[in-house]
Protein backbone atom coordinates (compact mmCIF):
# COMPACT_ATOMS: atom_id res chain seq x y z
CA UNK A 1 0.00 0.00 0.00
CA UNK A 2 1.29 3.44 -1.22
CA UNK A 3 0.73 6.07 1.66
CA UNK A 4 -0.24 9.53 0.79
CA UNK A 5 -0.36 13.09 2.24
CA UNK A 6 -3.46 13.70 3.24
CA UNK A 7 -3.53 16.98 1.78
CA UNK A 8 -3.43 15.97 -1.46
CA UNK A 9 -6.75 14.01 -1.42
CA UNK A 10 -8.62 16.91 -0.33
CA UNK A 11 -11.16 18.03 -1.69
CA UNK A 12 -10.18 20.65 -4.65
CA UNK A 13 -13.10 22.30 -4.70
CA UNK A 14 -13.11 23.46 -1.02
CA UNK A 15 -13.84 26.82 -0.34
CA UNK A 16 -11.00 29.02 -0.04
CA UNK A 17 -11.62 29.70 3.08
CA UNK A 18 -11.48 26.48 5.14
CA UNK A 19 -8.22 26.99 6.91
CA UNK A 20 -6.97 24.07 8.66
CA UNK A 21 -7.46 20.09 7.86
CA UNK A 22 -10.53 19.69 9.60
CA UNK A 23 -14.25 20.68 7.78
CA UNK A 24 -15.73 23.70 8.72
CA UNK A 25 -19.16 22.79 7.39
CA UNK A 26 -20.34 19.08 8.44
CA UNK A 27 -22.66 16.80 9.40
CA UNK A 28 -21.50 16.76 13.20
CA UNK A 29 -22.08 20.81 12.86
CA UNK A 30 -25.53 20.17 11.89
CA UNK A 31 -26.14 17.70 14.91
CA UNK A 32 -26.43 14.68 12.75
CA UNK A 33 -25.03 11.44 13.25
CA UNK A 34 -22.78 9.91 11.07
CA UNK A 35 -24.86 7.20 9.62
CA UNK A 36 -27.53 9.29 9.27
CA UNK A 37 -25.01 11.47 6.78
CA UNK A 38 -23.57 8.26 5.45
CA UNK A 39 -27.64 7.70 4.24
CA UNK A 40 -27.63 11.07 3.35
CA UNK A 41 -24.80 10.80 0.99
CA UNK A 42 -26.09 7.45 -0.57
CA UNK A 43 -28.98 9.41 -1.35
CA UNK A 44 -27.39 11.84 -3.35
CA UNK A 45 -25.36 9.51 -5.25
CA UNK A 46 -28.37 7.14 -6.43
CA UNK A 47 -30.56 10.51 -6.85
CA UNK A 48 -27.80 11.41 -9.28
CA UNK A 49 -27.70 8.30 -11.11
CA UNK A 50 -23.55 8.09 -9.07
CA UNK A 51 -23.97 4.59 -7.40
CA UNK A 52 -26.41 2.69 -5.85
CA UNK A 53 -25.27 1.91 -2.42
CA UNK A 54 -27.83 0.75 0.26
CA UNK A 55 -28.05 -0.14 4.10
CA UNK A 56 -28.51 -3.12 5.22
CA UNK A 57 -31.81 -3.73 7.01
CA UNK A 58 -31.04 -4.92 10.57
CA UNK A 59 -31.14 -8.31 11.29
CA UNK A 60 -33.60 -9.62 13.11
CA UNK A 61 -34.80 -13.12 14.45
CA UNK A 62 -38.61 -13.48 14.72
CA UNK A 63 -40.35 -15.65 17.07
CA UNK A 64 -43.66 -14.80 17.36
CA UNK A 65 -45.82 -12.96 14.66
CA UNK A 66 -49.43 -12.05 15.44
CA UNK A 67 -51.95 -11.50 12.49
CA UNK A 68 -54.74 -9.71 13.42
CA UNK A 69 -58.48 -9.79 11.08
CA UNK A 70 -58.52 -6.64 8.98
CA UNK A 71 -54.91 -5.09 10.44
CA UNK A 72 -51.19 -6.28 8.91
CA UNK A 73 -49.43 -8.95 10.53
CA UNK A 74 -47.39 -7.62 13.76
CA UNK A 75 -44.24 -9.12 15.08
CA UNK A 76 -44.79 -9.52 19.14
CA UNK A 77 -41.71 -11.23 20.13
CA UNK A 78 -38.31 -10.77 18.26
CA UNK A 79 -34.57 -10.06 18.91
CA UNK A 80 -31.78 -9.14 17.61
CA UNK A 81 -29.03 -10.69 15.71
CA UNK A 82 -25.71 -9.71 15.12
CA UNK A 83 -24.57 -9.18 11.41
CA UNK A 84 -22.60 -11.41 9.65
CA UNK A 85 -21.65 -8.77 6.80
CA UNK A 86 -21.08 -5.22 7.17
CA UNK A 87 -23.69 -2.53 6.83
CA UNK A 88 -23.54 -1.39 3.39
CA UNK A 89 -22.95 -2.96 -0.24
CA UNK A 90 -23.51 -1.54 -3.62
CA UNK A 91 -22.24 -1.14 -7.23
CA UNK A 92 -20.51 1.82 -8.55
CA UNK A 93 -19.11 1.66 -12.25
CA UNK A 94 -20.41 -1.92 -12.18
CA UNK A 95 -17.70 -3.01 -9.16
CA UNK A 96 -19.34 -4.07 -5.64
CA UNK A 97 -18.49 -2.02 -3.08
CA UNK A 98 -19.14 -2.77 0.32
CA UNK A 99 -17.95 -1.48 3.96
CA UNK A 100 -18.97 -0.25 7.49
CA UNK A 101 -18.93 2.90 8.92
CA UNK A 102 -17.85 3.04 12.89
CA UNK A 103 -18.14 6.29 14.42
CA UNK A 104 -16.15 7.16 18.13
CA UNK A 105 -15.57 9.84 20.39
CA UNK A 106 -12.18 8.43 21.18
CA UNK A 107 -9.30 10.75 20.43
CA UNK A 108 -6.20 8.36 19.48
CA UNK A 109 -7.98 5.17 18.31
CA UNK A 110 -10.60 3.59 17.31
CA UNK A 111 -12.15 0.58 19.41
CA UNK A 112 -11.89 -2.35 17.81
CA UNK A 113 -14.77 -3.94 19.26
CA UNK A 114 -16.37 -2.21 16.23
CA UNK A 115 -16.04 -4.86 14.63
CA UNK A 116 -16.99 -8.55 14.71
CA UNK A 117 -14.76 -11.33 13.82
CA UNK A 118 -17.42 -12.36 11.29
CA UNK A 119 -17.48 -8.96 9.92
CA UNK A 120 -13.52 -9.07 8.94
CA UNK A 121 -14.02 -12.76 7.85
CA UNK A 122 -16.91 -11.52 5.51
CA UNK A 123 -14.19 -8.50 4.25
CA UNK A 124 -11.46 -11.06 3.65
CA UNK A 125 -14.27 -12.48 1.34
CA UNK A 126 -14.97 -9.81 -0.15
CA UNK A 127 -11.32 -8.93 -1.30
CA UNK A 128 -10.67 -12.23 -2.59
CA UNK A 129 -13.73 -11.59 -5.11
CA UNK A 130 -11.55 -8.43 -5.83
CA UNK A 131 -14.69 -6.34 -4.63
CA UNK A 132 -14.07 -2.97 -3.16
CA UNK A 133 -14.06 -3.30 0.50
CA UNK A 134 -13.22 -0.44 3.19
CA UNK A 135 -13.96 1.03 6.58
CA UNK A 136 -15.66 4.37 6.56
CA UNK A 137 -14.45 5.76 10.61
CA UNK A 138 -15.81 8.76 12.53
CA UNK A 139 -13.66 10.67 15.33
CA UNK A 140 -16.64 13.01 16.01
CA UNK A 141 -14.51 14.99 18.92
CA UNK A 142 -11.77 15.77 16.15
CA UNK A 143 -14.45 16.38 13.39
CA UNK A 144 -12.02 13.65 11.29
CA UNK A 145 -13.48 11.02 8.83
CA UNK A 146 -11.07 8.34 7.57
CA UNK A 147 -11.33 5.82 4.35
CA UNK A 148 -9.10 2.68 5.35
CA UNK A 149 -8.68 0.48 2.93
CA UNK A 150 -10.57 -2.92 4.36
CA UNK A 151 -7.12 -5.12 3.93
CA UNK A 152 -5.18 -2.60 6.14
CA UNK A 153 -8.14 -3.12 8.79
CA UNK A 154 -7.61 -6.83 8.04
CA UNK A 155 -3.96 -7.26 8.49
CA UNK A 156 -4.56 -5.07 11.81
CA UNK A 157 -6.74 -7.55 13.39
CA UNK A 158 -4.92 -10.45 12.16
CA UNK A 159 -1.68 -9.02 13.83
CA UNK A 160 -3.08 -7.30 16.55
CA UNK A 161 -5.37 -10.36 17.93
CA UNK A 162 -5.97 -9.24 21.46
CA UNK A 163 -5.59 -5.25 20.94
CA UNK A 164 -8.70 -3.56 22.10
CA UNK A 165 -8.11 -0.59 19.60
CA UNK A 166 -6.84 0.60 16.29
CA UNK A 167 -4.18 3.59 17.02
CA UNK A 168 -5.33 6.93 14.62
CA UNK A 169 -1.71 6.59 13.96
CA UNK A 170 -2.20 3.48 12.12
CA UNK A 171 -5.02 4.79 10.33
CA UNK A 172 -4.00 7.79 8.87
CA UNK A 173 -0.96 5.71 7.70
CA UNK A 174 -2.85 3.29 6.12
CA UNK A 175 -6.14 5.54 4.90
CA UNK A 176 -7.13 8.37 3.79
CA UNK A 177 -8.43 11.30 5.28
CA UNK A 178 -12.18 12.16 3.82
CA UNK A 179 -12.98 15.33 3.95
CA UNK A 180 -16.83 16.25 4.70
CA UNK A 181 -18.90 19.38 3.08
CA UNK A 182 -22.59 19.55 3.14
CA UNK A 183 -23.20 17.64 -0.21
CA UNK A 184 -22.44 14.76 -0.32
CA UNK A 185 -21.84 15.12 3.60
CA UNK A 186 -19.37 11.67 3.33
CA UNK A 187 -18.12 11.64 -0.87
CA UNK A 188 -16.26 8.56 0.11
CA UNK A 189 -16.57 7.82 -3.69
CA UNK A 190 -13.85 10.68 -4.37
CA UNK A 191 -11.41 8.38 -2.04
CA UNK A 192 -12.62 5.29 -4.32
CA UNK A 193 -12.10 7.48 -7.90
CA UNK A 194 -8.58 8.65 -6.71
CA UNK A 195 -6.73 5.83 -4.91
CA UNK A 196 -8.65 2.40 -5.89
CA UNK A 197 -9.92 2.66 -9.27
CA UNK A 198 -7.12 5.54 -10.08
CA UNK A 199 -4.77 2.77 -9.76
CA UNK A 200 -2.23 4.09 -7.79
CA UNK A 201 -2.90 1.72 -5.57
CA UNK A 202 -4.45 -1.33 -3.93
CA UNK B 1 -30.71 -8.97 -26.54
CA UNK B 2 -29.82 -12.40 -28.40
CA UNK B 3 -31.39 -15.39 -27.72
CA UNK B 4 -29.67 -18.70 -27.36
CA UNK B 5 -31.88 -22.01 -27.84
CA UNK B 6 -31.91 -23.38 -24.52
CA UNK B 7 -30.20 -26.82 -24.88
CA UNK B 8 -27.06 -24.71 -25.68
CA UNK B 9 -26.52 -23.51 -22.17
CA UNK B 10 -27.40 -26.37 -20.41
CA UNK B 11 -24.98 -28.04 -18.09
CA UNK B 12 -22.23 -29.57 -19.94
CA UNK B 13 -21.54 -32.05 -16.95
CA UNK B 14 -25.34 -33.25 -16.77
CA UNK B 15 -24.92 -36.72 -16.50
CA UNK B 16 -26.18 -38.86 -19.34
CA UNK B 17 -29.03 -40.36 -17.73
CA UNK B 18 -31.13 -37.30 -18.14
CA UNK B 19 -33.11 -37.84 -20.95
CA UNK B 20 -35.05 -34.66 -21.21
CA UNK B 21 -35.20 -31.01 -20.16
CA UNK B 22 -36.18 -31.38 -17.06
CA UNK B 23 -33.65 -31.91 -14.00
CA UNK B 24 -33.87 -35.51 -12.65
CA UNK B 25 -32.20 -34.06 -9.25
CA UNK B 26 -32.98 -31.05 -7.48
CA UNK B 27 -34.16 -29.70 -4.64
CA UNK B 28 -37.46 -29.87 -5.34
CA UNK B 29 -37.33 -33.47 -5.19
CA UNK B 30 -35.84 -32.89 -1.84
CA UNK B 31 -38.48 -30.88 -0.61
CA UNK B 32 -36.73 -27.99 -0.51
CA UNK B 33 -37.74 -24.36 -1.52
CA UNK B 34 -36.64 -22.48 -3.82
CA UNK B 35 -35.48 -19.69 -1.41
CA UNK B 36 -33.29 -22.52 0.66
CA UNK B 37 -31.80 -23.89 -2.82
CA UNK B 38 -30.32 -20.64 -3.66
CA UNK B 39 -29.35 -20.08 -0.06
CA UNK B 40 -27.25 -23.29 -0.06
CA UNK B 41 -25.86 -22.41 -3.60
CA UNK B 42 -24.42 -19.35 -1.90
CA UNK B 43 -23.11 -21.11 0.91
CA UNK B 44 -21.58 -23.16 -1.82
CA UNK B 45 -19.90 -20.63 -3.91
CA UNK B 46 -18.83 -18.53 -0.41
CA UNK B 47 -17.22 -21.58 0.92
CA UNK B 48 -15.33 -22.25 -2.10
CA UNK B 49 -14.37 -18.97 -2.95
CA UNK B 50 -16.43 -18.69 -5.72
CA UNK B 51 -18.31 -16.03 -5.18
CA UNK B 52 -19.92 -13.64 -1.99
CA UNK B 53 -23.44 -13.02 -2.34
CA UNK B 54 -25.76 -12.93 0.78
CA UNK B 55 -29.56 -12.44 1.19
CA UNK B 56 -30.53 -9.31 2.56
CA UNK B 57 -32.48 -9.51 6.07
CA UNK B 58 -35.80 -8.99 6.14
CA UNK B 59 -36.59 -5.21 6.28
CA UNK B 60 -38.69 -4.50 9.79
CA UNK B 61 -40.08 -1.12 11.44
CA UNK B 62 -39.44 -1.37 15.14
CA UNK B 63 -41.72 -0.12 17.09
CA UNK B 64 -41.62 -0.95 20.72
CA UNK B 65 -38.44 -2.54 22.62
CA UNK B 66 -38.36 -4.16 25.68
CA UNK B 67 -35.00 -4.12 28.20
CA UNK B 68 -35.44 -6.89 30.65
CA UNK B 69 -32.62 -7.02 33.28
CA UNK B 70 -30.01 -9.19 32.94
CA UNK B 71 -31.36 -10.65 29.57
CA UNK B 72 -31.40 -9.20 25.67
CA UNK B 73 -33.32 -6.55 24.18
CA UNK B 74 -36.50 -7.90 22.92
CA UNK B 75 -38.92 -6.41 20.07
CA UNK B 76 -42.50 -6.86 21.32
CA UNK B 77 -43.62 -4.35 18.70
CA UNK B 78 -42.59 -4.46 15.02
CA UNK B 79 -44.17 -4.78 11.63
CA UNK B 80 -43.08 -6.31 8.21
CA UNK B 81 -41.82 -3.56 5.69
CA UNK B 82 -41.66 -3.82 1.69
CA UNK B 83 -37.85 -4.42 0.33
CA UNK B 84 -37.24 -1.49 -1.22
CA UNK B 85 -34.44 -3.40 -3.14
CA UNK B 86 -33.90 -6.93 -4.31
CA UNK B 87 -33.23 -9.83 -1.97
CA UNK B 88 -29.72 -11.20 -3.00
CA UNK B 89 -26.65 -9.00 -3.85
CA UNK B 90 -22.84 -9.95 -3.70
CA UNK B 91 -19.50 -9.63 -5.34
CA UNK B 92 -18.39 -12.00 -8.19
CA UNK B 93 -14.87 -11.81 -9.71
CA UNK B 94 -15.34 -7.83 -8.72
CA UNK B 95 -18.33 -7.13 -10.31
CA UNK B 96 -21.50 -6.46 -8.59
CA UNK B 97 -24.07 -8.73 -9.14
CA UNK B 98 -28.02 -8.21 -7.36
CA UNK B 99 -30.89 -10.58 -8.27
CA UNK B 100 -34.34 -11.02 -6.71
CA UNK B 101 -35.62 -14.84 -6.54
CA UNK B 102 -38.97 -15.86 -7.30
CA UNK B 103 -41.61 -19.01 -7.23
CA UNK B 104 -44.37 -19.82 -8.71
CA UNK B 105 -47.00 -22.94 -9.11
CA UNK B 106 -48.03 -21.80 -11.83
CA UNK B 107 -47.21 -22.73 -15.88
CA UNK B 108 -47.55 -20.58 -18.18
CA UNK B 109 -46.41 -17.20 -16.32
CA UNK B 110 -45.03 -15.92 -13.72
CA UNK B 111 -47.12 -13.28 -11.73
CA UNK B 112 -46.06 -9.53 -11.69
CA UNK B 113 -47.56 -9.10 -8.28
CA UNK B 114 -43.86 -10.88 -7.25
CA UNK B 115 -42.08 -7.62 -8.17
CA UNK B 116 -42.65 -4.29 -7.05
CA UNK B 117 -42.56 -0.73 -8.40
CA UNK B 118 -39.81 0.20 -6.28
CA UNK B 119 -37.73 -3.07 -6.92
CA UNK B 120 -38.36 -2.36 -10.41
CA UNK B 121 -37.10 0.68 -9.79
CA UNK B 122 -34.27 -0.33 -8.19
CA UNK B 123 -33.31 -2.78 -10.77
CA UNK B 124 -32.83 0.21 -13.54
CA UNK B 125 -30.45 1.78 -11.49
CA UNK B 126 -28.29 -0.80 -10.63
CA UNK B 127 -28.30 -2.18 -14.40
CA UNK B 128 -27.61 2.31 -14.72
CA UNK B 129 -24.31 1.13 -12.62
CA UNK B 130 -22.99 -1.52 -14.83
CA UNK B 131 -24.27 -4.00 -11.82
CA UNK B 132 -25.89 -7.60 -13.40
CA UNK B 133 -28.70 -7.67 -12.31
CA UNK B 134 -31.62 -10.55 -13.15
CA UNK B 135 -34.29 -12.66 -11.47
CA UNK B 136 -34.33 -16.54 -10.58
CA UNK B 137 -37.77 -17.61 -11.80
CA UNK B 138 -38.90 -20.85 -10.74
CA UNK B 139 -41.27 -22.63 -12.21
CA UNK B 140 -42.59 -25.42 -9.09
CA UNK B 141 -44.85 -27.37 -10.99
CA UNK B 142 -43.36 -27.86 -14.46
CA UNK B 143 -40.02 -28.02 -12.11
CA UNK B 144 -38.27 -25.66 -14.64
CA UNK B 145 -36.05 -22.62 -13.55
CA UNK B 146 -35.32 -19.45 -15.45
CA UNK B 147 -32.34 -16.98 -15.37
CA UNK B 148 -33.88 -14.03 -16.91
CA UNK B 149 -31.71 -10.46 -17.26
CA UNK B 150 -33.02 -7.51 -15.31
CA UNK B 151 -33.25 -5.59 -18.06
CA UNK B 152 -35.85 -8.33 -20.02
CA UNK B 153 -37.91 -7.92 -16.96
CA UNK B 154 -38.29 -3.67 -16.94
CA UNK B 155 -38.89 -3.96 -20.36
CA UNK B 156 -41.70 -6.32 -19.76
CA UNK B 157 -42.66 -3.99 -16.65
CA UNK B 158 -42.65 -0.85 -18.55
CA UNK B 159 -44.45 -1.86 -21.64
CA UNK B 160 -47.30 -4.31 -20.41
CA UNK B 161 -48.37 -1.71 -17.60
CA UNK B 162 -51.55 -3.11 -15.71
CA UNK B 163 -50.60 -6.47 -17.07
CA UNK B 164 -50.66 -9.19 -14.46
CA UNK B 165 -48.77 -12.13 -15.20
CA UNK B 166 -45.39 -12.53 -17.36
CA UNK B 167 -45.88 -15.43 -19.84
CA UNK B 168 -43.59 -17.84 -19.61
CA UNK B 169 -43.00 -18.06 -24.03
CA UNK B 170 -41.41 -14.37 -23.04
CA UNK B 171 -39.06 -15.79 -20.06
CA UNK B 172 -37.80 -18.84 -22.35
CA UNK B 173 -37.17 -15.89 -25.27
CA UNK B 174 -35.36 -13.57 -23.31
CA UNK B 175 -34.14 -15.77 -20.35
CA UNK B 176 -31.99 -19.04 -19.72
CA UNK B 177 -33.10 -21.79 -18.34
CA UNK B 178 -30.87 -23.03 -15.25
CA UNK B 179 -29.96 -26.73 -15.06
CA UNK B 180 -30.62 -27.22 -11.43
CA UNK B 181 -28.19 -29.66 -9.86
CA UNK B 182 -27.63 -31.55 -6.93
CA UNK B 183 -24.42 -29.21 -5.83
CA UNK B 184 -24.84 -26.48 -6.27
CA UNK B 185 -28.01 -26.54 -6.42
CA UNK B 186 -29.26 -23.25 -8.77
CA UNK B 187 -25.64 -22.70 -10.46
CA UNK B 188 -26.88 -19.05 -11.70
CA UNK B 189 -23.36 -18.16 -11.90
CA UNK B 190 -22.80 -20.99 -15.27
CA UNK B 191 -25.21 -18.61 -17.12
CA UNK B 192 -23.22 -15.54 -15.66
CA UNK B 193 -20.21 -16.88 -16.83
CA UNK B 194 -21.55 -17.71 -20.17
CA UNK B 195 -23.63 -15.45 -21.16
CA UNK B 196 -23.14 -11.97 -19.44
CA UNK B 197 -19.21 -12.10 -18.89
CA UNK B 198 -18.37 -14.17 -21.79
CA UNK B 199 -19.25 -11.32 -23.87
CA UNK B 200 -22.09 -12.71 -26.17
CA UNK B 201 -24.60 -10.83 -24.32
CA UNK B 202 -25.59 -7.55 -22.76
Redesign the interface.
Known amino acids: MVNYPHHLIRKQAAPASRKNTKSTINFANRGMSFEAAINETNNYY?SR?I??V?K?????Q?VKVDYPKRS?????????RQA??TDY??????????FEAKETRQKTSMPLKNFHAHQIE?MK??L????ICFVLLHFSTLKETYFLPASALVDFYQINLGTKSMPLDYIRKNGYMVTTSSLPQVPYLDIIDQKILGGDHN
Open positions: LDAVHKPTPIIRAKIVEAYFSTSGVYKGRYIDHHVKQDG
